[in-house]
Every structure is written in C-alpha cells, then in structure tokens.
C-alpha cells in the first residue's frame, strides 16, 4: 500500500503542476497569477501542486478510512464517488476562502464561473484525481 500512496501522490503532483502552469491565463495578475521573476512563478506553483497532491492522497486515506479498505480503488465501486465529490467540495472551500476573503489570488475574465467559483480548479479536482487514481492503481495489481 505504500507503494500505491508514494504513486498516487506522485502522478497527482505531476498532473497538477502541469494544469496549474497551463491555467494561468485564467487567472488576475493579482495573487499567484502569472509572475514577471520566472523563479517565483516555479516555486509558487511546485508549492501548490504539492498540496494538491497531499489533498489527492489525503482524500483517497479518508475513503479508505470510510470504506474500511485500503485497497478500495481496486475495484470500481461508490468510493469512487465519495472520492471526487470530496475533493471538489474541499476545493470550493478553498475557492471561496482564498479569493473572496483572504484575497490570495483572483479571477480574470477569461475564467468560466460556476456559482461564482472558477470552473478551470474544480474541473482539475474532478478530473486529475481519477486519471492519477486510474494510473496509480496499476500498481495494486502487481
């Protein structure tokens, strides 16, 4: 099982440091939007999808907490669903505290918005989680 955590967490970071860079442009120049000091820009965002990767393998420790299983991702089941609609309500909180009221970063127009929310970092917590748990999960097999 550690294995499979060490692996998810690392398919999770890789995954999310490529989306965070390639969303920029959804974001203000405020906060942690695009950086002019290209060396700042990198560790902003080596940080953040660091903690994107822990919420991923925080959430998945959670199911299996639930789930009385740590292998629950073997096999395809309602953990799944726990898993993604758990990581995109976190996500919301951490939306909603770090724009509307600590102000780290901000919105640019080009962002779609759901209920006020930027769609670009809840799709992220929709998507990458399940293909790093779908990759990661090769490794339960072996």
């Known amino acids: 099982m550690g294995r499979f955590l ?16 390639s969303q920029m442009g959804l974001y203000a120049m405020s906060g942690m939007g695009i950086r002019s000091d ?7 965002h080596w940080q953040v999808s660091l903690k994107d990767a822990l919420m991923v393998v925080a959430m998945y420790a959670i199911v299996a907490i639930l789930m009385r299983r740590w292998d629950w991702a073997a096999d395809v089941h309602y953990g799944w669903a726990i898993f993604v609609v758990g990581l995109v309500s976190w996500q919301t909180a951490i939306e909603c505290y770090s724009v509307y009221v600590a102000g780290r970063w901000a919105y640019a127009p080009a962002m779609p918005l759901l209920f006020g929310i930027g769609f670009a970092p809840l799709a992220q917590m929709a998507l990458l989680p399940l293909i790093a748990l779908l990759w990661a999960r090769l490794s339960l097999r072996k």
């Open 38 to 44: 290209y060396g700042q820009f990198l560790a902003i």
């Open 6 to 21: 060490v692996n998810l967490f690392g398919i999770s970071f890789l995954l999310n440091f490529v989306w965070e860079i």
